[in-house]
């Protein structure tokens, strides 16, 4: 393998959302250094952390119709039940719920959690307050998908944070998705929802860390028990 293959290999690849923003970052580090050499070095630096914010990587996802996968890289920060978001059309009962943190180091390309039909995709305009917080799940500016699966019907929701301003959407109503699938991206510091049906058995605890397509948040078991033989991450060696 050339040195250029390897260090292709190394390098995730950047999602084209993140173009733009790449292109601004380094336009404006390259105008800096006519006024400081410090001012350049700093405008590489955050361009550098653009870079890395858009990045794309590949992962390994299980299908497997019993399994729920994470939607989102980051921390488990709430685990526990609540009303649904009004818009998703999913009732008044509280349910199951696992929520993810996403940083500003993380990956924010948003994946499927399962396989099936996206019955309804529901954007809300809201607030900005920080997406650790358990209020953003009410407050925030959000985008909800609501899949179709034999277990029942399950959700993911998008919540902008406090730095992000710009929810992605790149699903549609009544399309087919596989789990692990790219459905959306939020950019900057952010949040995802899952609401669970409650056969639903979770399978992970606060303040763990998540790969969005690869780590199993919930699982669906013959009996309702939870399988202990399928590990609760997949990936390639």
């Not at 959690?113 to 529901?122: L, N, Q, S, Y």
């Not at 929701?157 to 699903?171: E, Y």
């Amino acid at each position: 393998m050339s040195l250029l293959q390897s260090v292709r290999t190394a390098i995730p690849p950047i999602n084209p959302a993140g173009y733009p923003f790449i292109a601004v970052f380094a336009l404006a580090s390259l105008a800096l250094s006519w006024l400081s050499t410090s001012l350049f070095w700093i405008g590489v630096g955050l361009t550098l952390w653009c870079v890395l914010f858009f990045r794309d990587p590949k992962r390994i996802t299980p299908q497997d119709e019993n399994l729920v996968i994470a939607p989102a890289d980051g921390r488990i920060c709430f685990v526990g039940h609540r009303r649904p978001p009004p818009e998703l059309m999913l009732g008044d009962q509280p349910m199951r719920m696992v929520g993810i943190f996403m940083n500003v180091f993380d990956v924010h390309v948003n994946r499927a959690p399962v396989t099936g039909r996206i019955e309804r995709i529901a954007y809300k305009p809201g607030a900005f307050v920080s997406a650790d917080l358990d209020k953003a799940s009410e407050a925030n500016e959000r985008n909800g998908f609501v899949f179709e699966t034999p277990h029942g019907p399950l959700a993911a929701v998008q919540i902008a944070g406090l730095v992000a301003r710009r929810i992605l959407t790149w699903g549609e109503e009544a399309q087919q998705v596989q789990a692990g699938e790219r459905i959306g991206m939020i950019r900057f510091g952010s949040r995802v929802d899952v609401y669970l049906p409650d056969v639903a058995q979770v399978v992970v605890g606060m303040d763990q860390r998540t790969v969005a397509g690869e780590t199993i948040i919930a699982q669906y078991g013959s009996d309702g028990r939870l399988d202990r033989s399928v590990p609760l991450r997949f990936r390639e060696d």
